[in-house]
């Protein structure tokens, strides 16, 4: 599967590197994919969410599940 480990990203950091994540990906047709973001202060977790929101080629994302993984990584449908 598709995912992007963002952990120990400063949040600019993190939101560039996912960015350029999800443009290779919109790219090359995948439409799920998993970034771990981890628990911490949630603050990365914010900004993700906020960056997902705004971006035209999301069609939904959630928290993972505990199979995927749990609340530390977000699910992420694309268009």
Do not use: P, Q, W
């Not at 990365?44 to 705004?54: D, M, N, Q, R, V």
């Amino acid at each position: 599967s598709h995912t992007l480990n963002l952990i120990g990203y400063h949040i600019d950091e993190g939101i560039d590197a996912l960015g350029n994540y999800l443009d290779s990906c919109i790219r090359a047709n995948v439409k799920n994919v998993k970034i771990i973001h981890g628990f911490g202060t949630g603050k990365l977790k914010e900004a993700i969410h906020s960056y997902l929101k705004k971006n035209k080629f999301v069609k939904e994302f959630r928290l993972c599940n505990e199979l995927e993984g749990g609340s530390g990584a977000t699910m992420v449908t694309l268009k």
